[in-house]
């Protein structure tokens, strides 16, 4: 049965209003990604870290799933073969617009995780360092988000699915954050067709057999619509 991945990052969510981390205004140009998204960080300033991600998981309580959401989840019931959806974002704009099989490589908003005892449950909207464990009363829970210098999760199930889908399609990603950024060559490696879907052609764009640019809530339904239509 035909089975296409698509990798997804912040581009994706950028017309929902939450904005992404490269683009001239994005997070990365208001923050120091050392401070807010690595261990060390938390390690440093815990309070400053929660503060960082309860104002992101506000931002997305209060966001709406936009057309390239929808778009991808028309996709997973109405194509042909099997779409798996890897996303880099910890938003769940993805699951909110219909989409069922969601790999959250970098993690979620929507997790709490403790950094004693690894047990995860539902976050609450506002995070912070004297919350305890619920299940070892540890005072050390964090985000369940994956920091720069952690291994993304569920890496083994990517990897599998990259060396058997027949199509390989990476949407509103800059292409500057590995593994994910690998993905495309590892695609290529193993012979699958590859496309890029992108404000404008990303940092690894020459890898992609294919491309088209536009917002993503133009060309993404655009490109669905015209999957599943084919004859
Ligand atoms: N439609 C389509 N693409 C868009 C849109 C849009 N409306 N707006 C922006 N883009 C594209 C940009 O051109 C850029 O290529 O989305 C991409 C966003 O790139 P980044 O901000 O780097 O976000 P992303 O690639 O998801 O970052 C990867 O880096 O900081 C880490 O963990 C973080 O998951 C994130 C990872």
Known sequence: MSHMVILTGAGVSAESGLGTFRDKDGLWTKY??????????FARNPDLVHEFYNAR???????????????????????????TIVTQNVDDLHERGGASEVIHMHGELSGALCAICDHRWAAPRVMSPTDHCPACDSPATRPDIVWFGEMPYRMDEIYAALSEVDLFVAIGTSGNVYPAAGFVAEARAAGVETLELNLEPSSTAGAFDTARFGPATEIVPQWVSELINAP
């Open 57 to 83: 998981r506000a931002n997305c309580q209060n966001a709406q799933p936009n057309a390239a959401h929808t778009a991808l989840a028309r996709l997973q019931t109405k194509y042909r073969g099997r779409v």
């Open 32 to 41: 120091d990604l050392n401070e807010v998204a690595t261990p060390e960080g």
